[in-house]
């Protein structure tokens, strides 16, 4: 999954593909360790997706933050 797509994903969305690719990675480590894993790129790809995931939602968070931040110093202002 490429950045691109998952910056298009919404909030429960990128939740929801979260939860699979955790899922993913768990049945690939132990697929890994009863040796049926014959392409051991999946697990890589799996966690960089992973951290693709976490990384719009924090980038949603900060976002959100900054924006409830800045709201604040304005209706001070005022």
Same mark, same amino acid.
């Given at each position: 999954m490429r950045i691109s797509d998952v !910056? =298009? &994903?919404n909030d429960t $969305? &990128? &939740?929801k593909e979260? %939860?699979?690719q955790e899922r993913a990675l768990m049945n690939l480590r132990f697929r +890994? *360790? /009863?040796m049926q894993l014959t392409n /051991?790129? =999946?697990l890589g790809n799996t966690r960089k997706a992973i951290a !693709?995931? +976490?990384t719009v939602i924090r980038e949603r968070l900060i976002t959100a933050n &900054? =924006? *409830?931040?800045q709201a604040a110093v304005t *209706? $001070? %202002?005022e």
């Open positions: !910056r =298009e &994903l $969305e &990128l &939740l979260l %939860g699979d +890994k *360790a /009863t /051991t790129n =999946e !693709r995931i +976490k &900054l =924006e *409830a931040a *209706a $001070e %202002g």
